[in-house]
């Protein structure tokens, strides 16, 4: 079945600075990629998301890119906000969402 | 729109006892997921309903578990009997289709003494 590994499971960052939370999969088959974000105490809200036929996705501060070849993608925002400060999960979908153990960020204002 | 809802919001019990968690997906959504979070195993799919019919049911944990979905509007996941294991994060998340996003209620807060 589906394996999906996330990286780094702690980031933390100056306000202002780029953010970047890296994917690997394993099922060559999974088309289709979200990211959650889960503050304290909230479920996942998803904030981005992206299907196999596109390589780049871009929402604002955000975007996320993806390598079917490599079997990786990865979550990038820019100019970080205290606010961003939350819990990102992505997820890989070929039958089922398979969902990463989750990367915490933290913005220092 | 009011998103998918969950209850209780937190639920404290003892080992042994029967409990039950409740979701109202959102109105139009055809597939209704459960889902379990603790620290040490994530986020884990534990049923998926589709149309009202259970289609994966391979991570229910064991015949302890079991949920019902008797109309489009209406979910359960009951536990019997519990065990202090169960204590995690319960969340319900509904979809258009199973392969569309999905959106996540708050969860349910499970603690068992």
């Known amino acids: 079945g589906e394996n999906v590994e996330q990286h780094p499971s702690t980031l933390s960052v100056q306000e202002g600075d780029s953010a970047v939370i890296k994917c690997t999969y394993s099922d060559s088959a999974s088309n289709y990629f979200p990211w959650y974000k889960q503050e304290l105490g909230k479920g996942p809200q998803l904030i981005i998301d992206?299907?196999?036929?596109?390589g780049e996705k871009k929402d604002q501060r955000i975007a996320v890119t993806l390598n079917k070849t490599a079997k990786h993608f990865s979550l990038h925002i820019t100019e970080t906000q205290p606010e961003d400060s939350a819990v990102y999960f992505c997820a890989a979908e070929g039958g089922k969402l398979i969902f990463g153990q989750g990367t915490e960020l933290s913005v220092k204002p | 729109d009011a998103g998918v809802i969950q209850s209780p919001r937190h639920e404290v019990t003892e080992m042994g006892q029967e409990v039950t968690l409740r979701c109202k997906p959102i109105?139009?959504?055809?597939?209704l997921f459960w889902y379990r979070q603790t620290m040490m195993r994530g986020l884990e799919l534990l049923i998926y309903f589709n149309n009202n019919v259970p289609i994966d049911d391979s991570g229910m944990p064991e015949d302890r578990f079991s949920a019902k979905m008797p109309n489009a509007s209406f979910s359960t996941l009951k536990i019997q009997p519990s065990e202090p294991r169960d204590s995690a994060v319960y969340f319900c998340a509904s979809s258009l289709g199973g392969k569309e996003t999905q959106y996540f209620g708050p969860g349910t807060r499970l603690l068992v003494l």
């Open positions: 109105s139009g959504h055809n597939s």
């Open positions: 992206i299907r196999s036929n596109v």
